[in-house]
Every structure is written in C-alpha cells, then in structure tokens.
C-alpha cells in the first residue's frame, strides 16, 4: 500500500543556515541547487517535469516572485493556473516558512489536495498537526463530513505522528457511511502512526476489530486496505527481529480463500487482492514481510484496478 511503497521523488530538503532558509534566497538559484544535488545522487527528474518547473520560474518571475519572501507573501494572490505550480516549488525547496500560508489556503477546496500533499513533506510541524487534527474532528462530528476534507487529511498526515491523528485515520476507516476508497486509503495511513501497533491500548483492539471486518465487506478498497492493515500489524520489518503472535491466526482461512480465488485487480496502481492476501498470509505466519513481495513480483505488469473515486 501507499505508506509502504510511497516515493516522493521532488521532496527534497533544500536549507541555509542549518534548518533556516533565507527569505531573500532566489528561488532559481535555490531550485538549481537542488538540480545539482539531485545530480549527485544519480537522481535526475523527467525531463518534461524539469520543462513544467523552469518555466513555472519564469511565470513567477514575470509576476515579481523572485525570492523566498516574495513566494510567501504573494502565495494566496498568485494567479490560479500559477498558484498550484508555487505551491509544488513550496514542497520542492521545502519553504517550511510557508507552513502557515500553505494551512490557510487548505481552505480553498480546489487547492486542498495539492496542498494536503505537500504539507506531508515536513516532518515533525507541530502547526500541521494542530490543523490537521482541527478538520478532522470537526468533520467526523458532522452529520455529512466533507469528503475532501477528510481526504486531504490522509494525504497530510505523513507529516504527523501523533494519536489523535491516528485516532481521526482509525475512525474514518471504521465509518461504513464514507466511501470505500476513503477508508482503504484511511486504514493505508493509519500504518504510518506508530503507536498503533501497541497491542496493549484500545486504538490496536479497534484496528483489529476494523481490519477483520473489513475482509467481509464488499468494497474492494477496504478490502485490500484491510489486508494491508493485517500485514502491517504483524510484521515487524527488516530492522527488528520479527515477532509471530496469534492475534490473527482466525482470519487465516479467509486469506487462503483470498489468495486462492480472488483475483481482482485492487484499485489503483496496485496488484491482485490474492497477491495481497498471499503476502499478509505469510507476515501472518513468520512475522516479517515476504521477499519479494507482491509489489515486487508485479513489477512490469499493466494491468492495474481502475483509480475510483465515487
């Protein structure tokens, strides 16, 4: 799923003066510093991408942007077909002075979900948080919750470690009345909160619940996003020596018949729901993921589940 495949190829942290940048900084010269950096990773961006970028320069150029201050301050004023391209070069340069700009224009449905993206580049943003856990809550009180809100919740939430997040993610998933591919993406992120694996607290008894549960409904997403769930909870990765517990043992013969039968592209650009099952049976069974995975084992298929949102 997406919190274990993720790749933000164009974030990159671009800083002076330790974690400060310099709000007088040019932004082309700051932007071909990162073209440079990323040249000596062996890191290049497509080059249609690098075109879109320098000419979004030039746009800003001609309407007075020029340096860090200048993005910040003519942000919300910038002309629509430009305003998106400036908030990209927000997360590329990693302006972490614009946090509070970028939380104000969240306000604005059609740029929401550009900025949701964005804002979980910066990590550890105590003001992201805060907004983040404001709009949930608020919306999960209401009796019709905004959908792209909730959605530009997960995306953003990269940025945050944190339980009332994890609790805001937990109870998106639980929510039968949302749309299915909400709560699949809602339980993918909620494997990003760390404290969710503690089997000691209430937030790990709730996902279990959710997770087992979920592989009855008829909702692909949350099928395949309650799979994801179950495999993250019982494996440990790569870096810790992997503990086999027996909180999931009862959903083994529901996953068998999964990886046997069910062979559904999952939605997205994602693979077979019995690909999936085949990897949580074996997290399941030995504690860690399997090698290779299916991401791995699906590498230069075409086929892939159509990218829904009704």
Known sequence: ???RDC?????????????RMNPSASLAVLYARSLKQEAARNWKPYASVQREQEQ?????????????????????RLPRGLQ????????????????????DL????RLRLVVAQVLSYFHESRPITEALVEAGQR????????????????IACLACDDRRIAEILLKTYERTDLPGWLRGNAADRLMSQTGIADRRTTLYRRCRAAALRGL?????????????????????????PPTVHTDFHCALPRLRGIAATDHMLAPGYWWPLSAEAADV???IETGTWPQPDAAHRWEGFPERGEWRRD
């Open 1 to 3: 799923m997406f919190a």
């Open 7 to 19: 790749e933000h190829v164009t974030c990159r942290v671009m800083t002076e003066n330790g974690n």
């Open 56 to 76: 979004a320069l030039r746009r800003l150029e001609k309407c007075g942007v020029v340096t860090v201050a200048d993005l910040i301050a003519e942000l919300p």
């Open 84 to 103: 998106r391209s400036a908030i990209e070069f927000v997360g590329l340069l990693k302006i972490r002075r614009a946090i509070p700009v970028l939380i």
């Open 106 to 109: 969240m306000d604005r449905p």
């Open 139 to 154: 919306e999960l009180a209401a009796s019709a919750p905004d959908v792209t809100w909730l959605d530009a919740i997960t």
């Open 216 to 240: 009855d409904e008829e909702d692909l997403d949350v099928r395949f996003g309650s799979m994801y769930v179950i495999g993250a909870l019982t494996s440990r990765g790569d870096w810790n």
């Open 281 to 283: 049976i074996g997290c």
